[in-house]
């Protein structure tokens, strides 16, 4: 029996289904082929690849070649399920700008793109849904602002914080989203967005409360043994298994 296509509207009915949305990151084809055939509904060429991937120590370093570099590779795999890709930093900072790039990642293979933000990116927003680019948006903590904030941290938890998130996703749904990533936004409000809009949320580090949740599939599997946030229970140890692969190899060697 041939699995049926994942789209936008099918992760938009998803809310209220009774059935979470499951979402992880995937950078290249071999983990795009893996996690598809794992049933995994949503994946997302995520700006991560710049801490995971690429050793940056943050994802403002990430630029719109090694994005399409990577989405390509994901594409490849012609996964059942949604594969969408980020706009990285510095690449919709205008209505021409975010269109044209949003543009670029379709293109190479994107069937939504992401950006961080809600009403000081909204005309950018605006333009690229009209221009028939589904839009997942982006609130709470945004990675991509991580320096000018000093680091990461819960949002949410200030009233005029709480307000802005919970108006910002209303506009935004109002306006097209097909779905939000809430970051590290608080429990409390993370489950106020969610019962408040009509798409989805998919929290991360935002509670259980959510629609779905995503997770950098690195941090999941634990193969980047280097960081590990304090949200996230790791279900395998694949660091210490392709270790322990080399060291049994090298052995063999003789």
């Known amino acids: 029996m ?19 949305i499951a979402a992880l990151t995937a950078y290249d084809y071999p983990m795009a082929k893996m996690l598809d055939e794992s049933g995994v509904p949503f994946l997302l060429v995520g ?17 719109m070649p090694e994005m399409v570099h990577h989405l390509r590779a994901a594409a490849r795999a012609k996964p059942h399920a949604l594969l969408g ?19 670029v990642l379709v293109d190479a293979g994107a069937e939504f793109v992401k950006a961080e933000g809600g009403r000081e990116i909204f005309p950018q927003i605006e333009a690229i849904i009209a221009d028939g680019i ?33 108006e910002d996703a209303q506009l935004l749904a109002a306006a097209g989203a097909f779905a939000l990533v809430l970051e590290l936004v ?12 009509s798409v989805p949320t998919i929290g991360i580090g935002s509670g259980p409360d959510c629609d779905g949740q995503i997770l ?8 980047f043994p280097w960081f590990k946030p304090r949200f996230v229970q790791p279900m395998a140890n694949c660091a210490m298994e392709i270790k ?11």
């Open 2 to 20: 041939t699995t049926p296509k994942i789209t936008t509207a099918t992760i938009r009915a998803m809310k209220g289904s009774g059935q979470k």
């Open 244 to 254: 322990s692969a080399v060291a049994t190899w090298k052995k063999s060697l003789g």
């Open 216 to 223: 950098v599939t690195q941090d999941l599997t634990g193969s």
């Open 85 to 103: 890709c980020d706009l990285p930093f510095n690449s919709y900072g205008t209505v021409a700008s975010a269109v044209a790039n949003a543009k």
């Open 186 to 197: 608080i429990p409390p409000v993370a489950k106020e967005i969610t019962r408040s809009i």
């Open 47 to 63: 700006d991560s690849l710049g801490m995971v991937v690429l050793g940056y120590p943050d994802t403002t370093q990430v630029t």
């Open 134 to 166: 589904p839009f997942c948006g982006h609130l709470g903590m945004l990675p991509q602002h991580v320096l000018e904030e000093g680091g990461y941290r819960l949002k949410g938890k200030e009233e005029a914080e709480h307000q802005r998130l919970l």
